[in-house]
């Protein structure tokens, strides 16, 4: 509640006086740059920087079962501190893509679907499995097209995420479609069945908050809007 | 590179004259209460708010494989508006937690381990499986304490996501952990190995968009940190 009060009238807007909120911490900071640190050279274990790429060794790699929308990989490891070996579970997938689809007067095409594994229904972006060889943009075109049967004037990349670095191999691009109008009916597979849904931008951040949209995947993409840099 | 430079030096911060950015449409626009409208009632199908959520009728459900952190399970729907029958598959896990650990000087414990996904190192924040019947706070407090040998003087909920509402059941909380101080060494378990990397708050923009930081979980919990309300 207070959230989504303070997120709708200006949130990340920096206030002077307001030093005790972490957040200010992040974007209230004077730059500093980020050289050649990269490597992530401070550290408290103090010379231990290439330790850690030298932990694992992959002694051996097998698919155990296909899933039509991912694959299950074994990997068996040694883990190089101890000698011990140790196997960890893999999910494969092509690459994921998704939009936020931006009218021109300021509303976000937002879809909503009945989502399996939650067994609810789900207020999203659009978005969907990048084709094998189908360029990332052009998959964000085609999954809005077909999905709400709108396009875009142009397309960019907001950024790009692992969906999960711990156990999933695939990369989620995140994109923003500006100037989108409704350019004929959607292209439903035999089994999509969704509700367009157009909502004003400024109602994202509560949409959140409330839960309304919990779609990590969706969240990460307008974090990419939020942090867009201006433009010339 | 334009990204970095803006978010560091307060991308947030609201600008007049910059209303061609989509970014001012969310956190620009003046508040428009988000009322009894909760069930998207805005639809361009006009009158099918109910239908999506009767779409699917569940017909079947079985375990088909266990891989420790993570259980298949294959569900089979009828999809009402055609009659056919489908199969879907659900990745069943326990609940995640991570956590945002801040010291008293602007600093984030964040830390560095092989990630056998995407077999390469991941700069993330602590976080793990809650234990069944563990409270989601105490499962931060623990991964804190577990993963880094720091503790927290308060600790508080960011918010929550839904890691894949398409194909998996679980919740991923995401907490804030303030007055973080190094109280011991770690504890890992015999597979862990962990290193410790303490930065400026205001370095996280840079970093996720250097995709150094490319966990779509942790961006999350930055997204909820960046528009965590002002404190009274």
Redesign the interface.
Known sequence: M??????????????PG?A????D????????R?SSE?G?T????GG??H???K??T?LNSRE??D????R?RD?V?R?E??G?E?D????QSPDWVNVIP?TDD?QVV?I?????????????IPGGIIDHGEPPDSAAIRELREETGYTAERVRLL???????????NY?YCY?A?GCRKAGDPHWD??E????????????????????I????V??A??F???????A
């Open positions: 207070p959230l989504g009060k303070a997120a709708a009238s200006g949130i990340f807007a920096r206030q307001a005790r909120n972490p957040r911490l992040i974007f209230g900071w004077p730059k500093k980020f990269r992530c401070h550290t408290e274990a231990k920087s330790v850690i790429e932990a694992w992959l155990v079962s899933h039509r929308i991912f299950i990997d490891y883990f501190p101890s011990r140790r960890f579970v893999v999910i931006l300021g937002l909503r679907q009945y989502r399996h594994g939650i067994r609810s229904v789900s207020l999203e950024g790009r995420v692992r969906p999960n670095p711990a156990i999933q191999d989620q923003l500006e035999p089994f069945h969704i509700e367009i849904v157009p909502r004003p931008l400024a109602d994202i951040p509560e949409l959140i908050r409330s839960e309304e919990c779609n990590a995947l969240i990460n307008f974090y809007l939020a942090t867009l840099p201006r433009q």
